[in-house]
């Protein structure tokens, strides 16, 4: 498979191009046996998707150690690590696993996770669309990120992954890991939360000295004025 890849060839029948060469491609490829099947090779990515996938992420982790990259900071001293959720139009596809998406179409929800401001990849994950959650890859990620860096880390999430049980499992991996969710209002009353920082926020006209900045309350949307 890699070997098709690398010859920009992504579907699994184009396997049957190596038969009609099979010494050839066996000796180019490092093949003891037989050139596979399109079905066999379809059947054993298949289990490698699931039985090899703690040493996919930790090979990638040496990897990159091996190459000797450092991952940057931002300006606080943390080293950011994003995680994103991206949805590939398979509308029309009948692939296992399409579901039916919060943007309206069917697609698989694949989440990805990137460490550093380079943006070094840093896990993967292909998820059926309707599938929702991320305990378990946030695992994958604290381990592998704590053995690509030895500086304090800062995970930054969107609204997606805004769960009581992201947020515990955060706190309880590392008490010292700083986090940033984007809330989801989902079915919240912004008025009402308007009305809520109102009454908290009492100072916002005469902030106290040396702030530049403060926020300010403009239609149930938090925006920052100057001062």
């Known amino acids: 498979m890699i070997g098709l890849l690398s010859l920009g060839k992504s579907d699994f029948e184009n396997v049957n191009e190596f038969h009609n060469d099979?010494?050839?491609?066996?000796?180019?490829?490092?093949?003891?046996?037989?050139?596979?099947?399109?079905?066999?090779?379809r059947n054993r990515l298949d289990s490698i998707g699931t039985t090899m996938n703690q040493q996919i992420l930790y090979g990638n982790v040496d990897m990159f150690l091996?190459?000797?990259?450092?991952?940057?900071?931002?300006?606080?001293?943390?080293?950011?690590?994003?995680i994103e959720v991206s949805f590939f139009d398979n509308s029309g596809s009948h692939k296992a696993g399409v579901s039916r998406t919060y943007k309206n179409f069917d697609s698989y929800a694949l989440i990805f996770a990137y460490i550093g401001t380079e943006g070094y990849?840093?896990?993967?994950?292909?998820?059926?669309?309707?599938?929702?959650?991320?305990?378990?890859?946030?695992?994958?990620?604290?381990?592998?990120?704590?053995?690509?860096?030895r500086k304090p880390l800062l995970f930054?999430?969107?609204?997606?992954?805004?769960?009581?049980?992201?947020?515990?499992?955060?706190?309880?991996?590392?008490?010292?890991?700083?986090?940033?969710?984007?809330?989801?209002?989902?079915?919240?009353?912004?008025?009402?939360?308007?009305?809520?920082?109102?009454s908290v926020c009492k100072n916002m006209k005469h902030p106290r000295d040396g702030k530049l900045c403060i926020l300010a309350v403009h239609g149930g949307i938090l925006k920052r004025k100057r001062t």
């Open 22 to 41: 099979e010494e050839f491609y066996k000796i180019a490829l490092g093949i003891a046996y037989s050139i596979p099947s399109e079905s066999s090779l």
């Open 66 to 82: 091996s190459c000797g990259y450092e991952t940057s900071p931002l300006g606080n001293g943390c080293v950011p690590v994003d």
């Open 121 to 149: 990849l840093c896990n993967a994950e292909l998820r059926e669309g309707k599938q929702s959650g991320t305990p378990e890859f946030l695992d994958e990620i604290i381990a592998a990120a704590k053995q690509m860096t």
């Open 156 to 198: 930054r999430m969107d609204s997606d992954n805004d769960a009581l049980e992201n947020m515990l499992l955060l706190h309880w991996h590392d008490p010292q890991l700083k986090f940033l969710i984007k809330h989801n209002f989902r079915r919240e009353d912004r008025y009402a939360i308007e009305e809520e920082l109102k």
